[in-house]
C-alpha cells in the first residue's frame, strides 16, 4: 500500500474514532474543546498531506482493504483531482474547526453536534478517495446521513423538522440516481472499480443517460435548479459553522463525483453533453441569485447565492465538455481550470460568509435582517472580514471571485471558434445569464452588508451585541486573507491546477508565475491579461493618498450633522431601508417569471382610520411545478393504502392469492 493513500486514509479512521469518543463524552465541558481540537489537527494532517502530492507533479496511487464487497475488497485512489478535492475539503475541515472551538461552545445541544461533526468530515475523505462504486456510493450515503444528524440538531423547530425530512427525501433520490449512473458505467460485466468503467467506453446514448443521472445525482446535491428545494431549506437550519461545511464543501464534493464520472470515466464526451450541463449552469446561476435577493434571513440569503455559485462552476465544467469534445484543449483547460479556481475561491468566501452569520447570530440571537442594523459599531472585526466576503462573492477586484469569474469569461470569449452553430449561439447566450448573475450577486451583498451592519440598530438585542469570540474571529480573519491572497496570486493557485487538468482535459494552461509582475494571461498578451497585485497596489496608494490629503489639507473643522431623513426630521430606524424594500425594484422586473409575484395594495379611502397595506405573494416555481405534486400524489397513494394496515385475514389471504396468480400470469407471458 502506497504509505500517503495509507495516511490519507488513516485521517478518516482518526475521525470516526473521534465521532465515538464524542458520542461518549458529548456531556462533559470540556468534549467542545476535545472534539474540535481533534478534528483541527486530523484534517490539518490531511491538509499538509493531499496539498504535498499535488505540489509535487502528482502520480496515481492506490490501495485495496480488505472491506466492503466479498472477493473485491474497498478500492482506494490518489491522484491529481482527489488530491485537490482534499485540499478543498481539509481546508474547509481545519479552518471550520478552529471556528468551532469558539463557537460551539454557544452551542445548546452539543451532544447532538459533537459526534456527527468528525463523521462528517470523515464521509467526504471517503468520497474523494473512494476508486469503486460501491466504496464510493457507500461513503456518499454516509456523508449524506451524517450531514442529516447535523440538520437536525435543532430538531424541536418544526422548520428543521421539514427541512431535514426533505434534504433526507432529496439525499436518498440522488444517492439512486449514482446507483444507476454507475449501473450503466458498468455495463454487461458488471464490475464495480472506476479503472474498469475508464476502458469501457459506453455507446452515445448510454453516456447521455449517465450524464442525465450525474446531473440528477450529484446535481441534487451540489442545488442545481430545480433540485435545489432541499438547500435553502437545510443549510440555514444546521448550526452556522455546519452551514459553512455544507454549502462550501459538501457541495464542492458532489461537483468532485460529477468531474469523476464525467470527465474521467465516461470517455471523449459528445457535444451537445456541453450543450445540456451549460444551460442548466446559467439557469441556475440566475434563478439562484434572484432567490437569493428575495431572502431577509441572512442565512437563507447565503444559502441561495450557493446555488448561484454553483450554476458558475456548472457553466464552466458544460463548456469545459463542449471545447474538449471538439478537440480544443487549450480552450478546455482555461474553462476547466476556471471552474475548479472558483470551487476553491467559493470554499473561502462562502464559508466566511456563513461564519459571519454565525457571528451575528451567536451575538444578537438573529438571523433576520429587518431586526439588525448597526452592528458595524458593535462588531468592527467582524463586519470588516464580513465586508471581504461580500466584495469577494460579488467578483470584484482584487479579490478571489474576481479571478475565477474572470477567466470563466475569457472562456466564453473562445466560443466563435466552437464548429457547432448551436453552441455559437447558446454560449453567449449563457455569458449574458452569467453576467447578469454577477451584477445581481453585487446588489445583493450590497443588501446584505448594508442592511445588517449600516444605518442604526432596529432592536434591542442589537444594542446588546459585542463582539464574537478570538476562535471565531481567527478563522474569520484567516479566510478573509485566503480570499486577498488568492485574488493577488492567482497565478499561483492556475499553475497548481494544471496537474490536475492536464490529465482530464489534454493540457493545461499555460505556465502564470513566470510572467512579468505576477500577471496572469490565459490565452495571449494580445488578448486577455490580469494583474490582481498591481490592482491590489493602485487601490491601497490611491486611497492612502486620498486619506492623507484630506487629513492634511481639508478643513481641520470638526462638523457634525444629522442624518439626512428623507424630509422627516424624527426618523425612527424602523424607517430604514429593509431587506425587502431593497429588493423592491428587482421583484418588481424579474418577479413575474421567477416568482409569479403579485403585489395588492390596501388603500383605504380619505379620511379613513385604517392604515395602508401592502400585500405581497411570491411562489417557488421549481417547488409547485416539481415537487408539490409528487408529495400531493405521495399523499393520496398513502392515505388509500393506509386501509390495507386493517383487512381480515380472510382479505390479507385473498390479496396473497391474487398477487401469486398475477406474479404467474406475468412469467408465463415474458418472452
Given at each position: 500500500m502506497n504509505s500517503t493513500v495509507a495516511l490519507l486514509l488513516c485521517g478518516p479512521a482518526a475521525l470516526l474514532a473521534t465521532a465515538v469518543?464524542?458520542?461518549?463524552?458529548?456531556?462533559?465541558?470540556?468534549?467542545?474543546?476535545?472534539v474540535y481540537g481533534a478534528t483541527l489537527a486530523i484534517s490539518a494532517v490531511l491538509l499538509a498531506t493531499a496539498a504535498s502530492h499535488l505540489a509535487g507533479n502528482p502520480g496515481e496511487a492506490s490501495a485495496t482493504l480488505p472491506l466492503g464487497l466479498p472477493w473485491t475488497g474497498a478500492r482506494f485512489r490518489l491522484d491529481g483531482l482527489s488530491a485537490f478535492f482534499l485540499v478543498v475539503v481539509n481546508l474547509g475541515g481545519t479552518i471550520t474547526s478552529l471556528?468551532?472551538?469558539?463557537?460551539?461552545?454557544?452551542?445548546?445541544?452539543?451532544?447532538?453536534?459533537?459526534?456527527?461533526?468528525?463523521?462528517?468530515?470523515?464521509?467526504?475523505?471517503?468520497?474523494?478517495?473512494?476508486?469503486?462504486?460501491?466504496?464510493?456510493?457507500?461513503?456518499?450515503?454516509?456523508?449524506?446521513?451524517?450531514?442529516?444528524?447535523?440538520?437536525?440538531?435543532?430538531?424541536?423547530?418544526?422548520?428543521?423538522?421539514?427541512?431535514?425530512?426533505?434534504?433526507?427525501?432529496?439525499?436518498?433520490?440522488?444517492?439512486?440516481?449514482?446507483?444507476?449512473?454507475?449501473?450503466?458505467?458498468?455495463g454487461p460485466a458488471g464490475t464495480y472499480a472506476f479503472d474498469a468503467m475508464r476502458t469501457a467506453h459506453p455507446d452515445?446514448?448510454?453516456?447521455?443517460?449517465?450524464?442525465?443521472?450525474?446531473?440528477?445525482?450529484?446535481?441534487?446535491?451540489?442545488?442545481l435548479v430545480p433540485l435545489h428545494a432541499w438547500l435553502p431549506l437545510a443549510h440555514p437550519a444546521a448550526p452556522s459553522h455546519v452551514s459553512a461545511l455544507m454549502s462550501g464543501i459538501m457541495t464542492k464534493v458532489a461537483i468532485y463525483g460529477f468531474i469523476r464520472v464525467v470527465f474521467d470515466l465516461l470517455g471523449e464526451p459528445a457535444w451537445w453533453l456541453g450543450v445540456a450541463v451549460l444551460l442548466i449552469g446559467g439557469v441556475t446561476a440566475v434563478l439562484g441569485i434572484l432567490h437569493a435577493l428575495m431572502e431577509k434571513d441572512l442565512k437563507r440569503l447565503l444559502a441561495y447565492s450557493t446555488i448561484e455559485n454553483i450554476g458558475v462552476i456548472f457553466a464552466?465544467?458544460?463548456?469545459?465538455?463542449?471545447?474538449?469534445?471538439?478537440?480544443?484543449?487549450?480552450?478546455?483547460?482555461?474553462?476547466?481550470?476556471?471552474?475548479?479556481?472558483?470551487?476553491?475561491?467559493?470554499?473561502?468566501?462562502?464559508?466566511?460568509?456563513?461564519?459571519?452569520?454565525?457571528a451575528v447570530l451567536s451575538a444578537t440571537g438573529e438571523r433576520d435582517m429587518e431586526k439588525?442594523?448597526?452592528?458595524?459599531?458593535?462588531?468592527?472585526?467582524?463586519?470588516?472580514?464580513?465586508?471581504?466576503?461580500?466584495?469577494?462573492?460579488?467578483?470584484?477586484?482584487?479579490?478571489?471571485?474576481?479571478?475565477?469569474?474572470?477567466?470563466?469569461?475569457?472562456?466564453?470569449?473562445?466560443?466563435?471558434e466552437l464548429p457547432q452553430w448551436g453552441l455559437k449561439v447558446i454560449v453567449p447566450a449563457v455569458g449574458g445569464m452569467l453576467a447578469l448573475s454577477a451584477a445581481l450577486a453585487a446588489a445583493c451583498f450590497v443588501k446584505a452588508f448594508g442592511i445588517t451592519f449600516l444605518g442604526r440598530a432596529r432592536s434591542a438585542a442589537v444594542e446588546r451585541a459585542h463582539e464574537v469570540d478570538r476562535w471565531s474571529l481567527a478563522a474569520m480573519v484567516v479566510l478573509a486573507a485566503?480570499?486577498?491572497?488568492?485574488?493577488?496570486?492567482?497565478?499561483?493557485?492556475?499553475?497548481?491546477?494544471?496537474?490536475?487538468?492536464?490529465?482530464?482535459?489534454?493540457?493545461?494552461?499555460?505556465?502564470?508565475?513566470?510572467?512579468?509582475?505576477?500577471?496572469?494571461?490565459?490565452?495571449?498578451?494580445?488578448?486577455?491579461?490580469?494583474?490582481?497585485?498591481?490592482?491590489?497596489?493602485?487601490?491601497?496608494?490611491?486611497?492612502?493618498?486620498?486619506?492623507?490629503?484630506?487629513?492634511?489639507?481639508?478643513?481641520h473643522a470638526l462638523r457634525r450633522g444629522i442624518a439626512w431623513g428623507c424630509g422627516f426630521p424624527d426618523a425612527?430606524?424602523?424607517?430604514?431601508?429593509?431587506?425587502?424594500?431593497?429588493?423592491?425594484?428587482?421583484?418588481?422586473?424579474?418577479?413575474?417569471?421567477?416568482?409569479?409575484?403579485?403585489?395588492?395594495?390596501?388603500?383605504?379611502a380619505p379620511g379613513a382610520l385604517e392604515p395602508a397595506r401592502l400585500k405581497v405573494e411570491m411562489h417557488d416555481v421549481a417547488w409547485e411545478i416539481f415537487y408539490q405534486p409528487i408529495t400531493g400524489a405521495i399523499d393520496f397513494a398513502t392515505e388509500r393504502l393506509n386501509h390495507l394496515q386493517f383487512l381480515t385475514i380472510r382479505r390479507y389471504l385473498t390479496l396473497v392469492f391474487l398477487y401469486l396468480v398475477i406474479l404467474l400470469l406475468v412469467l408465463a407471458l415474458w418472452p
Open positions: 469518543m464524542a458520542a461518549g463524552a458529548s456531556r462533559l465541558a470540556a468534549a467542545t474543546r476535545l471556528y468551532g472551538l469558539g463557537y460551539g461552545r454557544h452551542e445548546s445541544q452539543p451532544h447532538r453536534v459533537l459526534p456527527f461533526y468528525p463523521a462528517f468530515l470523515a464521509g467526504m475523505n471517503l468520497v474523494v478517495l473512494a476508486n469503486d462504486a460501491f466504496s464510493f456510493l457507500l461513503s456518499w450515503e454516509f456523508m449524506s446521513l451524517a450531514s442529516w444528524a447535523l440538520v437536525m440538531a435543532h430538531h424541536r423547530d418544526e422548520a428543521n423538522r421539514r427541512a431535514g425530512y426533505i434534504y433526507l427525501v432529496m439525499a436518498s433520490f440522488g444517492t439512486m440516481a449514482l446507483l444507476l449512473a454507475f449501473g450503466l458505467l458498468a452515445r446514448f448510454a453516456a447521455g443517460a449517465v450524464l442525465v443521472l450525474m446531473l440528477l445525482g450529484a446535481g441534487s446535491k451540489a442545488g464552466s465544467l458544460g463548456l469545459a465538455l463542449a471545447f474538449k469534445a471538439n478537440g480544443m484543449p487549450s480552450a478546455a483547460a482555461l474553462a476547466f481550470t476556471a471552474a475548479l479556481f472558483h470551487v476553491l475561491n467559493h470554499s473561502f468566501f462562502k464559508s466566511l460568509l456563513f461564519f459571519g452569520a454565525g439588525l442594523g448597526g452592528l458595524i459599531h458593535r462588531l468592527p472585526v467582524t463586519s470588516f472580514v464580513f465586508l471581504i466576503g461580500c466584495v469577494s462573492i460579488s467578483a470584484l477586484p482584487p479579490f478571489n471571485g474576481f479571478a475565477s469569474e474572470w477567466l470563466v469569461f475569457q472562456a466564453i470569449l473562445r466560443s466563435p485566503f480570499c486577498l491572497l488568492a485574488g493577488i496570486l492567482p497565478g499561483l493557485v492556475i499553475d497548481s491546477l494544471s496537474t490536475v487538468t492536464l490529465p482530464l482535459v489534454g493540457e493545461r494552461m499555460p505556465v502564470q508565475m513566470a510572467q512579468p509582475w505576477l500577471s496572469i494571461v490565459p490565452i495571449a498578451e494580445s488578448r486577455s491579461s490580469y494583474n490582481g497585485l498591481l490592482v491590489f497596489a493602485f487601490i491601497t496608494i490611491s486611497a492612502s493618498l486620498a486619506a492623507f490629503f484630506i487629513h492634511r489639507f481639508a478643513s425612527v430606524p424602523a424607517a430604514q431601508y429593509t431587506a425587502v424594500s431593497f429588493a423592491q425594484p428587482i421583484r418588481r422586473v424579474f418577479g413575474g417569471f421567477a416568482f409569479r409575484s403579485r403585489e395588492t395594495v390596501d388603500m383605504p
